[in-house]
Structure formats: structure tokens, C-alpha cells
């Protein structure tokens, strides 16, 4: 047989893209200098808590071993929710930039395929990082302090956290052109989802809040239990639930938005965004509600689950905004028409706005005060962040429409902001009008029906009174809008640029000859 | 059999129509090449022909199956080979043909396989080294190996010869040839009509996203006449012209800058009946200079031997 018949059997053979990912992945001469520079932050970290736990004097070995521990790990999963981000966003638009995309579409390979083969060797490489802080994490083994099963669960939580993350990473890069976009787009969703998920926490929203490493890590060295479909349990049962759960969300999303590239259907993203909302609902439902309430426990539980609702909206409100250049660009015609034409992304707005304005009618109900001004803290730049993304995504993606869609979008966007605002004001009035002594069961009414809501602020005076209350709570955000604004007015001068230059660039390898 | 048979296909960019209502059909064993200029369309067809990118509007059938709903049928049958393209840096050559070869799903001989591709585009001697040591022509000719490596019925090919020497464009027509004698249907693109006009047995012009004509090159356009320019004093062209379009089988002259282009019967013995009546006419014909033609002194003083 010939030297080249003897490789005929090889790995390149019987899984050709994973085998051609980890070969072109760790060939590369980057992977060396990032490898050492993780190692060397985590060694940074470790000589920093030897020498303040040396400083310390009197403690003993195990509890240096210990903290040395907590403080590895904590670096470790924030690490690696930048790290890995950076990792698998260039996963395909690596591809399109070595201009190797189209042989590899052009070959009898699927979508499915590519996305597994890219995410096993984005997975081989955040093991690698994950294995390689072993021999610095054994340092406090010595000390001592760290039981086996603390070492499973933190290191079994990094691995599902990151590879979240990675898939994160991986969806991104399936949407832009260019890694320079995809990176920046990964790292910062990771990042929102540390901020999102951190004060989840603050609003009995634990299991949730597991999703966040720092929440997630303190919880566990704390011995916390966390309720999960009302049963307690230890928060690695929720944090993998829920990380296991967006981790096939991201999938699915990577996989259909290869699929059919041209058309762009998203109709499978969205019911699975659809999905995970539903899932978190429920949970949320068996976490707060439990048969011994009395009435205003029940009622205040019930105000909790519609606030997990609120707070998986806003989360949610990125992802749902970054689909405007998308949806602008596709063909309408069938019956999927409705998810796809942009009268469909603004009535998914007020979908998805629709959760929102309700658990505010039930929360502000509930007399849940910091609810209420947490609505108004969040929902309002949410919307913003929300529409500012889906302009920067619509212009990074190079896929700018007329001017009259886009006055048309902004002219849905600001009437569904004031939807948004609007009906918390008239429900403020509601509150006021509570605490006034109104008998239980206008309120309990009010609970159920929207109208009555309604009906009971039209005294006018009071809708005044307390709109000035709303504009006083919205002066309290006034950094958090002024942030927004400038990053909308930014994407707005951008876009303005765009389509005065008239530049129309052609989706991902599909340019005229 | 029709190796492709393309109906009213119809690909839009947002408000661009890059193809519009394309229609052609290739039988078996044909090069079809594909002419047109810059942004013609040609890339885009050729794109949807292979599967990469779907159409708006219109069919693509590949010996029998339909590209756009049995892309798995048609995909192993089809070599690509994109005009821009790119290669992985961080894989040997041999790995390279592996992988595409794995996707292809070949398992039995594919290390034989690799070795005939590598001696056919010239690159034996560099079967282990990596993709990203080789030049910018080595690299195109190790794509174009990739293309065949699997054996397909149907090579499209995009503007394969740009960025070649031309020992490499000889060499890839050589080669070209040698696919089409083993009964291979070929498309190819360019812009460059002398690229094509060795090899191609018909032709598709595209212009603005449209095909405009689609002539065959085997009837009457190759077999039939040949077009010969004759070199002349100026003084003497109209005389010769005015005795050339008496004489029986031109069908045409026209004036040129070093001469007259004559249009004749496809023979020698036609060619040389013209040029013994403008010399017995007194007219005279000059014979032009022999050293002017730089792509025979470029494969005289290249032996090809930088591998």
C-alpha cells in the first residue's frame, strides 16, 4: 500500500469536520499564547490568595485551601464566560472570511453536521482550558478544605456554563458575516446574562438566578437550597436544568438559521424562544406557589411569578430585536408570512410586550413596590436596548432596507414603548387607589380583568398625580436612558449614513457575480 | 441525457435580480462554458447549480434529481470550484484532500485517490506539506484536485484559470480535457473568452442577470467556417477584399488593423486557394513576425520544474 493508502483508515476519514476543527483549531499559533495566558491569570489568582491567606496567620490550613478554592473557581467561570465567547463566535464566520464556506456548502454535508462538528471542537478546546486548571486548582487540595463532590459540582457547572456560553458564541457567528461583529455580539450577550441573571437573585427568583456563575458559586459554598418546581434541592438541579435548556434553544437556533440561509425561517427559533418563556413560567409556578398560602402570601407569589415573566422578557428582548434585519429581508409568501413580515416582528413586540404590561397590572396589585419601580427601572431602556440592538445588528449585518421601513419600525417601536409606559401609569393610579381603602373585591377584580383596570383609572386626577410619580421614578434611571439614547441615536446616524450611501451588501456568500 | 437542465431560475439580492428567469440545458459529456461580463450573473448560477445558494424562483435538475430538494442526490455528484476561494493553512495537502474526500464519504482508496489527484495538478512532491507553505497557484491547483477528488460527473468550475501563469492555465486545459475525455460534463465561467475557446464545445452568454444566447460550438460555428486574418500592405486591402469576396466559399471580410479578416470553409486547402489568388492578383500578403508571441517564450524558458 502507498504512504498515502496507509492514512485511508485515519480520523480525517470517519469524522472529517471534527477532526479538520481540532486539527485547524489547535494548529493555529494563537492557541498556544491563549492557553498560557489562562494559565497564567489562574496562577496570578492562586498566588494572590496564598499570599493573603499567608497574611492572614491564624488560618488554618484547610480554610486557605478552601478559600483559595472559591476564589479559583470563581475566576475560572468568569473567565470562561469570556473566554469561550471567543472561542466559538468565530466558528463560521471564520469560515466565510478564509473564504472556505462555500466548498464546504457546496459538499453533501448538513447544517446539523457543520453545528455539532464546530461545537464538539469549541467543546474540546474549553475542556482543555477547564483540564488545564486542575494541576493549579490541586494547590488547595494540598491545603485541603475541598471536598470531591464541591470539585464534581463546580467543575461539571464550568463546563455546562461555557458550553452554553460557546453555543451563545456559536448562534452569533451563524448570524454575522464577520467575526469582528460575532465576538463582540457574543461577549457582550454573556456578559448580559451575568447582569440580567444577577439580580434575579434580589427577586425571589433564585432557581433563575442560577444561570449566573457568581450567583450559582455562592450559593453553593453557602449550602443554600434553591426551590425548583416547588422542591428544594441544591442549585446544580436548577442551574443545569436551565443551562441545559438555553444550551438547546442556541442549538436549534445555530442549526435552523444554516438550514435554509437564504430564506432565513425562524419560525423554529421563536417557538423555542416561545418555549423556554412557557418552561420558566411553569417552573417559576412550582417554585413560588405552594398549597399553605394564605391570600396575600398567594397573591404576593403570584405577583413573583409574573415578574420571572418580566425579567425572561427583557432577557429575551435582545434576542427577539436582533431579528429586525432579518425579517425585513424575507420573502413573504405562504402562511408563514405572519412570522416573517415586519408587521409580524411588531406584533411580536407587543407579544412579548403583552407578559410585561400584565404581570405589571398583577404586580403593582400584589403592593410589590420595588416590582414595580424594578418595571420601570428595567422595561423601559430594555425596549431601548432592545431596538438600539436590532439597529447595530441590522447595520453589522449589512442588510439595510428603505427608508420607508425603517420609519415604519421606528414608528412601531415608539408606539409600543408607549404601550409599554403608558399602562403603568394608569395601573400606578390602580396601586394609589388601593391603598385608599378600596373594597377587595374591586381589587381582586382588577387582578383578573384589564378593562376594570382600566375603568378605574379614569378618574383623572388621579391618573395625573401618579403620572408625575411615574415621570419622577423615570428621572431615577435617567443615566441607564441617557446610555440608551446615545447608543440608539448612534445606530440611528449609522443607519442614516447606510442608507444615504445607498449600500446595499448581499447576505452571508450570496454576492452577484 | 441533459447532465443539467435549468428552468426560468431566478435568484434576487434584496431588490437585485442577479439571475432572471435562466434557462439552459447541458447534455452529457459537454463543456459548456459560461461568457459574460463582470456581474453578469454567472457566479450566482453557478452557485445555485451546486447547491450553495437556493433560487427565488425556478428548477435545477442534476441527471434526474432536483437540486433544491434532493441536494443530498445531486451534491456527490457535482465538483465545485469557487473563483475566490480558500483553503485551511493549518492542514498537509494530503490532510486537505482527506478531508473533502470524508465528506464525500470515501473510504477505500482514497490514499491511491489523493496521490493521482496531487501528481495531476503537478503537486506530488508536496503531499505532506502544509496548505499554508504553498503559493497562491499551488494552493488553486490543490482546490482544483479538491474539486476531483471525488470523482464527480459534473465539474463547475468558476473562473478557474484567474491567478494562474500560463503554464498553469495550459496545464489546467490540459487537464480540462483530459476530464472531458472520460466523459465528465463540465461547466465553466469566465470573462475571458481566449480562456475558453480551446476547449468549450457551447456556449452561454449571460449580460445584467439574463443568458442571451446559448450557441454550440461543434455545428456551425466551429466545424463549419474558420476565421483567418490575413496580413496586408494597407495599399492593397481594397483590391484584396474586393477580389476575396468573389471568390467562391468566403463568406465574409472585413477590415481589420493589420489586415482583412476572412471568413472560409474550415480546410487548409480553402486557406490556401485565397492566398494563391491574392498572390497571383499582385497583391501581397505578409507573413507576420514570429517572436511576438510572449506566452510561447514563457513555456519555452519555464519547464515547469518549481514545484
Known sequence: MSAAGRHAGSGMLRAPLLVKEIRTRLRARTVVISGNLYVLALCTV???????????????????????????????????????????????????????????????????????????AATGVFLMLIFVSLPVASISFI???????????????????????????????????RSIASIPAATVTAVLVLIVSSPASEMNLRSLAMICPTEFLSATYS??????????????????????????????????RLADERRRRHALRRAALLVLLALVAVFSAGEQVTADLTEPAARQAVGSIATQLLVVWMAAAL???????????????????????????????????APAVVASLIVCRAGAGLWRSSFLVFAGPAFMSSLTWALLARWLAGNSGSMRRFVGLACASVLALVIVVAPFAVLSAMADASENGEPAAVQFASLLSPLTAIWHSTGAGMY?????????????????????????????????????????????????? | MNAIEVRNLTVRYGNVT???????????????????????????????????????????????????????VVKPQVGYMADFFGVYDYLTAREYLEFFGGLYGMREGIGDRILAMLRTVQLEGKVDAFVGTLSRGMKQRLYFARALIHDPDLLILDEPASGLDPRGRAELADTLREVHARGKTIIISSHILSELQDFVTSIGIMEAGRLTAVRSLRGDLGAATRHVLLHLVPADAGAACALLSSLAGVSDVRRARDGLVVCLPDSDEAVAAAVRAL???????????????????????TKGELM
Open chain 1, 223 to 256: 449550602d443554600a437550597p434553591v426551590a425548583f418546581f416547588g422542591l428544594e434541592c441544591p442549585p446544580w438541579v436548577p442551574a443545569l436544568a436551565l443551562l441545559a435548556a438555553l444550551f438547546a434553544c442556541l442549538v436549534i437556533a445555530s442549526v435552523t
Open chain 1, 319 to 353: 434576542w427577539i430585536g436582533s431579528s429586525v434585519p432579518v425579517t425585513l429581508g424575507e420573502p413573504r409568501r405562504g402562511p408563514g408570512r405572519i412570522l416573517t413580515a415586519p408587521a409580524g416582528y411588531v406584533l411580536l413586540i407587543f407579544a412579548a410586550c
Open chain 2, 279 to 301: 498572390v497571383s492578383a499582385g497583391i501581397r500578403v505578409l507573413l507576420p513576425r514570429a517572436d511576438a508571441d510572449l506566452k510561447e517564450i514563457f513555456m519555452k524558458l
Open chain 2, 18 to 72: 442577479a439571475a432572471n428567469c435562466v434557462s439552459f440545458s447541458v447534455p452529457e459529456g459537454e463543456i459548456f462554458g459560461l461568457v459574460g461580463p463582470n456581474g453578469a450573473g454567472k457566479t450566482t448560477t453557478l452557485k445555485v447549480l451546486c447547491g450553495i445558494l437556493r433560487p427565488d424562483s425556478g428548477t435545477v435538475v442534476v441527471r434526474g434529481a432536483d437540486m433544491v430538494t434532493q441536494p443530498d
Open chain 1, 46 to 120: 492562586v498566588l494572590l490568595g496564598l499570599l493573603g491567606g499567608g497574611s492572614v496567620g491564624e488560618a488554618l490550613g484547610w480554610q486557605i485551601g478552601s478559600s483559595l478554592f472559591k476564589t479559583l473557581t470563581y475566576t475560572q467561570a468568569l473567565l470562561m464566560l469570556f473566554v469561550s465567547p471567543l472561542v466559538a463566535a468565530s466558528a463560521v464566520t471564520g469560515e466565510v472570511e478564509q473564504k472556505t464556506w462555500d466548498s464546504l456548502r457546496a459538499a453533501p454535508v448538513t447544517p446539523r453536521k457543520i453545528i455539532a462538528a464546530k461545537l464538539s
Open chain 1, 464 to 513: 395625573v398625580r401618579n403620572l408625575k410619580a411615574v415621570t419622577g421614578l423615570l428621572g431615577k434611571d435617567g443615566p441607564a436612558l441617557a446610555t440608551g439614547a446615545i447608543f440608539m441615536a448612534s445606530a440611528l446616524a449609522l443607519l442614516a449614513r447606510d442608507i444615504a450611501a445607498g449600500r446595499r451588501p448581499a447576505p452571508r456568500g450570496t454576492g452577484p457575480a
Open chain 1, 143 to 177: 491545603l485541603g478544605g475541598v471536598a470531591p463532590v464541591d470539585l464534581l459540582v463546580v467543575y461539571s457547572y464550568t463546563v455546562f456554563c461555557t458550553l452554553t456560553v460557546g453555543a451563545m458564541g456559536l448562534y452569533w457567528s451563524t448570524r454575522f458575516e
